[in-house]
């Protein structure tokens, strides 16, 4: 009856760890689906800045045909010449933006995956232990009644000495003879 309850006690505990291991699967998502989002904003962010530029070069290219003199023209040829060099850099740190959401996509795919993976696991897992622990309260349950019939064949101070030992000794109170 004690191996029993000893085990009965376990399980629920073994079920809380089945669904500490579900929930840090789940916060794993989330940190990938965190890092996805957060990728998602600068390379929107690079493609804002991408376009204020190209708009910037539109309107130096506009004014170029408007300057009357040789000092702005070269100024102008100056500020083109900036822009384009941002619009590549922009367009380079887009690529990169791309990739690195492209890798976040795929790590987010993987953690999507395992998270119903062991979903699945967890859930069968916890079946087996609920089932466990419906077969070992049946078994405790005619266990006592087994020990209840017992203790009625046996003396009241023969019973009261051996509960006493066995208070004493963390419940066991007999041990088996061996050689004598």
């Known amino acids: 009856i004690r191996a029993l309850e000893s085990r009965l006690a376990k399980i629920p505990k073994e079920i809380q760890a089945l669904e500490k291991e579900i929930a840090m699967e789940r916060a794993n998502l989330k940190a990938a689906e965190d890092r996805l989002t957060d990728a998602l904003k600068h390379q929107r962010a690079h493609e ?3 376009a204020s530029i190209e708009e910037k070069r539109s309107k130096f290219r506009d004014q170029l ?3 009357k003199t040789n000092e702005e023209y070269r100024a102008m040829q100056k500020q083109i010449e900036v822009s384009t060099q ?3 850099h922009n367009e ?3 690529l990169i933006a791309m990739d690195s959401l492209e890798e976040l996509a795929q790590e987010r795919g993987a953690r999507v995956n395992e998270l119903e993976k062991g979903q699945k696991e967890v859930a069968a ?3 087996e232990l609920k089932d466990e622990e419906a077969k070992l309260q049946t078994e405790r ?3 006592i009644e ?3 019939k017992l203790l009625e064949t046996i003396p009241e101070e023969l019973f009261g000495h051996y509960h006493k030992i066995a208070g004493t000794r963390g419940g066991v109170a007999m041990a088996a003879a061996v050689d004598e």
């Open 141 to 143: 349950t005619s266990q």
């Open 146 to 148: 087994s020990r209840e």
């Open 125 to 127: 897992m916890e079946k």
């Open 86 to 88: 941002e619009i590549g």
């Open 65 to 67: 045909m408007k300057v």
């Open 48 to 50: 804002g800045e991408l």
């Open 92 to 94: 380079e740190k887009i």
